[in-house]
């Protein structure tokens, strides 16, 4: 009797095999094959539920994000980027809790955003193969596009931090810094999208849908008068969207039915 153990995504199975040695036993045991399935180990169960709550992060990035828009918009009652100096300084002046409140909601989702990008990076590196470069290209998008999503925040907050020394018209400035970074956010996430969508409908690394709906959404983005709609509305479900997918297909690796 021979023995093979094999290693495979589920866990370890022990498969035994007939050896023939004589005609007679050929007969009783020609088609004999006993496969054994032990459970995965404890290091690849706590791998794959590192791997799921990785995928998770992109839900909570959003989240974050709305909740730092709705105290921003809402509370702060954040002026328009056309705004007069004079508005712009009486925002900064008036709203500093309710400001730094949502900078911070707002940029502790993009720090999860970061996250889940890597958890996204992670799955497409392993089914791209070769030199990657499609997976390192949106990576790099991501990336731009979480440090721009950063500086939305961040001018913001630095503006109602210095609001003692603010002159109108850095106010004013400072509010149209913020709305400069939120645009160079879009072509960034644009190149995050499209290239995800690429990898997907070539590897079949996630359901072929989701990369066909990559693409389209990755060029809506990188169209200028009409991709700001786009990172509002479409990339945030996007993300929604990624993090279910991959946290229903765990830590596999390997290609998915279409």
Known sequence: MEVDLVRDQAGIRLVEHAVIETPKRARGCANFVLSLRLPASKGDVMTDRHDRSAALTGITAVALWVIGFVVLKQIADQPATDATPALALAYFKGERNAILAGTFFFMLGTVFFLFFLGALRARLFLAEGGARRV?????AGGVVAGAALLFWGSTQAAGTLNRDNLSPEAAQV??????AFMYATEPAAGILVLTTGLVIVRTRALPVWLGRISVVVGLWLLIPPIG???????????????SLVLYRE?????PTAT
Do not use: D, K, M, Q
Request: charged letters at 5%; hydrophobic letters at 60%; aromatic letters at 16%.
């Open 250 to 254: 765990g830590g596999a690796a390997g």
């Open 174 to 179: 400072y509010r149209g810094l913020a709305e």
């Open 135 to 139: 997976t390192g290209t949106g990576f």
């Open 228 to 242: 700001w709609a786009a990172l509002i509305s479409a990339f945030p479900l996007w993300v929604i969207v990624v």
